[in-house]
């Protein structure tokens, strides 16, 4: 399975950063891109910018959010229609800091899991738990709650469209990683639900790796059983760093 590395660059880079970065990535990846398939997920206020500045790439664009109706009285959401009609092909949902921060549900996730699917946007549900949660012995519970419920009303013919992040919440930029025995417990605990849901198409979805992922353990961790890429969030911040973490593909 090709790996994805992708970059979350949360709330972060005004338009002309937002240029810069992504324009110096093209510079610094392969052309043809062979051993991965790249994503990145600017802010919506630059997603027209960087989807210009990797045209000529085969980077595909994303938005770290999106509110699954296709309109209404929502204020300050953007929906399904206007991502794609900006460009973008793909979504993450249920990101941890929308779980945490924001009170995301996982029903509400699953809508926009959902909703994606339904305009043909790429989704990445993100799954993980918390320190506390991890401490408690319930890390095998929320990943699989958070899985079943997210993923809840997807059909296996979907399974082409649909990715998987774990991405434990204590090592979300805290320069903590999973050690690989720790993330190839629950790769392979994720890679179980979606065959239980999907059968053999549950092999074919791509599980990624997010938290504290940099040059320097991209080789280790994307080396674990089932860990099928990554989510990078501020090591994809700058051009060298996401460049070093996608040659670790190759
Ligand atoms: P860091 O790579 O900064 O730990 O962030 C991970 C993440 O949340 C990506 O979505």
């Keep these: ?22 324009t110096a990535l093209v510079r610094s990846i392969p052309d043809p891109l062979e051993a991965a398939d790249v994503a990145l997920y600017p802010p919506f206020t630059c997603l027209s910018d960087v989807l210009g500045a990797v045209s000529d790439s ?24 206007m991502l794609l009609d900006v460009g973008a092909t793909r979504v993450l949902c249920g990101h941890s800091e929308r779980r945490q921060l924001f009170g995301e549900s996982d029903d509400f996730v699953n809508q926009k899991v959902l909703a994606a699917l339904g305009h043909d946007i790429l ?52 320069g903590l990683t999973a050690t690989p025995a720790q993330a190839g417990a629950v790769h392979a605990q994720i890679r179980a639900l979606l065959q239980d849901l999907w059968a053999a198409a549950g092999e074919t979805v791509r599980i990624l790796y997010g938290g ?39």
């Design 123 to 174: 989704p990445t549900l993100c799954v993980g738990e918390t320190l506390a949660e991890r401490e408690a012995g319930q890390t095998a519970a929320v990943v699989e709650r958070q899985v079943r419920a997210g993923l809840a009303g997807v059909g296996a013919d979907k399974t082409g469209e649909v990715t998987v992040a774990y991405e434990p919440v204590w090592a979300i930029g805290t």
């Design 212 to 250: 504290s992922v940099k040059p320097a353990n991209a080789r280790e961790l994307l080396g674990v059983p089932h860990v099928n890429g990554a989510l990078v969030g501020g090591a994809s911040l700058s051009a060298p760093s996401f460049a070093g973490i996608i040659a670790a593909t190759s």
């Design 58 to 81: 085969e980077i595909s664009v994303g938005a770290q959010n999106m509110h699954p109706q296709d309109q209404g009285a929502f204020t300050g959401e953007i929906s399904p229609s």
């Design 1 to 22: 399975m090709k790996p994805l590395i992708a970059g979350n660059w949360k709330m972060h880079m005004t338009r002309s950063a937002a240029r810069e970065l992504a």
